[in-house]
C-alpha cells in the first residue's frame, strides 16, 4: 500500500489543462479545487436464517395440554340438560411458511365425559345419567388445530405479526351414549375458547417486536473508526438501513438487508460521530455491493514516504565539455490548484537550488498502473545561469524520473482480492457465517485537494450470510 501511496504522488499526465500555476505560490482559493460528491456505496447482503430454533422455542412455549375448567374435578354446564368435562393434548406442533407467512398447526386428541337429564322450561325433572364416556376405553378423538401469521417490517424497525386463528377441523366424531348424540361441536366450541386465549396471548407476547435497539447496536459499531494497523484509518460513516426483501420457505427466512454508506479512508485519525439510526429506507431490488471508497491521504505523510524512495539519488549529465552532478536531498508534497499536485525537491550537486515538478495524476486501468506521461519543470534559484541552464531539460532526466514515477498495480489488486475474499468467507460469529466473493476493484479518481490527496477507488463483488443459530430473545 504505501507503494501505491508513492507512486499516485509521483504520477502527473498534462490533460491540456489550460491554468498556469506558480508551484512556489500556488492559488489555494476553493474555486480551484474539484472533488466530486461521493456516491453512495451500497450493500445489499441477502441473509438466510435457519428458523428451527425459532420452532424449538414455540414448541416449548405452547402448551400440550389443555382441559375444560378445573378438570378433572368439575363440569361444564351451559344449559339444565347437559354437562360435559374434557381432556385435551396436542402433537408437536408442525411450522410452514411461504412467503411472509408462517403456518403453525398440530393435531389434537381428546376424550371427553358427559351426562344429561331432563328439563321442562328450564326445571329439572329428572337425576343426572351414569357418565358416559368418548375416547377413554377406545382411541381419542381426533381434530387438526392451526394458527396463520403475517410478518411485516415497519420504517421504525417494528416487526407486526398478525395472528389469525383457524377454524379447527374434526377428523373424528364423539357420540356419547346418553343420546347417541355427535357433540363434537360442544368440545370445538371449548376448545375454540381455549385457543382464542392462547392467539392472545401470543400477540401480546410477539404481536409486535421491536428491532430498533438491534439495528442502533450495529449502526453505532459503523460509526466506529476502524485501525487498518499501517494504512490508515477507516470510517465508515453509514446513511440508511433497508430491508430489500422477507421472505418464508419451509423452515428457512430469507431476507435481504441494505446498507447506504459513505466510507472513507485517512491517515490521521478522524473523530468519531454518533446519531441515532433513521428510518428505514424503501425497499430495492438491488444485489451484491458497490463500495466506493475515499482514502484521504496527508500530504506530509507522503512526503515522508516519497522521502525514504527518492533522496540521495544521484544523476549524472555532460552537454559538450560540460558535466552535471544533481543530487535528491528533500522533498514535499502539496496541492497546487487546479487539479494539480506540486512536489518541490530541493537538490544539491555542481549547483544547488529547488526544482518543481507539477500535473495531473493519471491511472491507466488497461495497465493497471499509475505513471508519468508528461512533466512540467519549474526552477527557482538565485543563479541565474541555473535558472536559465537547458540541462534539467534532457531527456535523460525526464526518462529517469518516470522509472520512479510509474507503479503496477495489478500484483497488488488480485492480492487484494485473495485477501478480502478471505476476510469475506469465515465465521462471524457462533452459528453465523459470511460467504461472498470480490468481483473487481479499481480506481475511480485521484483528487489532489489542498489538504489532502484523495484517491477514490470502487469494489464490487457479492455477500451472503448464513444463520443457523440465533438467540431470538428480545
Not at 328439563?119 to 381434530?143: H, K
Not at 379447527?168 to 375458547?193: A, M, N, R, S
Not at 450495529?218 to 422477507?246: A, C, E, H, S
Not at 470480490?438 to 480506481?443: A, F, G, K, Y
Amino acid at each position: 500500500m504505501k507503494g501505491i501511496f508513492l507512486a499516485t504522488t509521483l504520477i502527473f499526465a498534462l490533460t491540456g489543462t489550460a491554468q498556469k500555476i506558480d508551484p512556489a505560490k500556488p492559488d489555494l482559493s476553493p474555486g480551484n479545487f474539484r472533488l466530486d460528491s461521493l456516491p453512495d456505496s451500497e450493500i445489499n447482503i441477502p441473509i438466510q436464517v435457519n428458523l428451527k430454533p425459532l420452532f424449538s422455542m414455540a414448541e416449548k412455549s405452547v402448551d400440550t395440554i389443555f382441559t375444560s375448567p378445573k378438570y378433572p374435578d368439575e363440569w361444564v354446564q351451559e344449559g339444565c340438560d347437559v354437562r360435559y368435562k374434557y381432556s385435551f393434548r396436542r402433537s408437536p406442533l408442525k411450522i410452514t411458511g411461504v412467503g411472509n407467512t408462517l403456518t403453525l398447526g398440530f393435531t389434537g386428541y381428546y376424550k371427553i365425559v358427559g351426562s344429561t337429564r331432563l328439563c321442562v322450561n328450564g326445571t329439572v325433572v329428572s337425576p343426572w345419567t351414569p357418565a358416559c364416556r368418548c375416547g377413554f376405553s377406545e382411541p381419542e378423538r381426533r381434530v387438526n388445530v392451526s394458527f396463520l401469521s403475517a410478518l411485516s417490517v415497519q420504517p421504525d424497525y417494528k416487526v407486526k405479526v398478525f395472528i389469525k386463528r383457524n377454524e379447527p377441523q374434526p377428523l373424528d366424531k364423539c357420540e356419547v351414549c346418553f343420546w347417541g348424540q355427535d357433540i363434537t361441536k360442544q368440545v370445538l366450541k371449548g376448545l375454540v375458547t381455549e385457543l382464542d386465549a392462547s392467539k392472545k396471548e401470543l400477540e401480546k407476547s410477539y404481536g409486535t417486536v421491536d428491532l430498533k435497539s438491534k439495528f442502533q447496536q450495529v449502526w453505532d459499531q459503523l460509526n466506529k473508526v476502524y485501525n487498518l494497523y499501517g494504512l490508515g484509518w477507516l470510517q465508515m460513516n453509514p446513511q440508511k438501513f433497508r430491508i430489500n426483501t422477507l421472505a418464508i420457505n419451509k423452515d428457512r427466512l430469507d431476507l435481504s438487508i441494505g446498507l447506504s454508506a459513505k466510507p472513507m479512508i485517512s491517515f490521521e485519525r478522524p473523530v468519531e460521530k454518533s446519531s441515532w439510526v433513521p428510518n428505514m429506507g424503501s425497499y430495492s431490488n438491488k444485489e451484491g455491493f458497490s463500495i466506493f471508497l475515499d482514502a484521504m491521504l496527508n500530504y506530509d505523510s507522503l512526503s515522508m514516504i516519497m522521502n525514504q524512495q527518492i533522496v540521495g539519488k544521484e544523476f549524472d549529465f555532460k552537454k559538450g565539455f560540460v558535466k552535471k552532478k544533481f543530487i535528491l536531498d528533500s522533498c514535499r508534497v502539496y496541492g497546487g490548484g487546479f487539479d494539480k499536485l506540486v512536489i518541490k525537491i530541493n537538490f544539491s550537486g555542481t549547483n544547488t537550488g529547488v526544482f518543481y515538478l507539477t500535473g495531473k495524476p493519471v491511472y491507466d486501468s488497461a495497465k493497471r498502473s499509475l505513471e508519468v506521461k508528461d512533466i512540467e519543470f519549474d526552477i527557482k534559484s538565485k543563479n541565474i545561469l541555473l535558472g536559465s541552464a537547458d540541462w534539467l531539460f534532457d531527456k535523460k532526466i525526464t526518462k529517469e524520473i518516470s522509472k520512479y514515477a510509474r507503479f503496477e498495480l495489478g500484483a497488488y489488486i488480485d492480492s487484494a482480492k485473495t485477501t478480502l475474499n478471505q476476510q469475506l468467507n469465515r465465521e462471524l460469529a457462533k452459528g453465523i457465517k459470511s460467504m461472498g466473493t470480490i468481483q473487481d476493484i479499481r480506481l475511480a479518481g485521484i483528487y489532489p485537494l489542498q489538504q489532502h490527496l484523495v484517491i477514490r477507488s470502487n469494489c464490487e463483488g457479492k455477500l451472503a450470510v448464513k444463520v443457523e443459530s440465533i438467540d431470538f430473545s428480545f
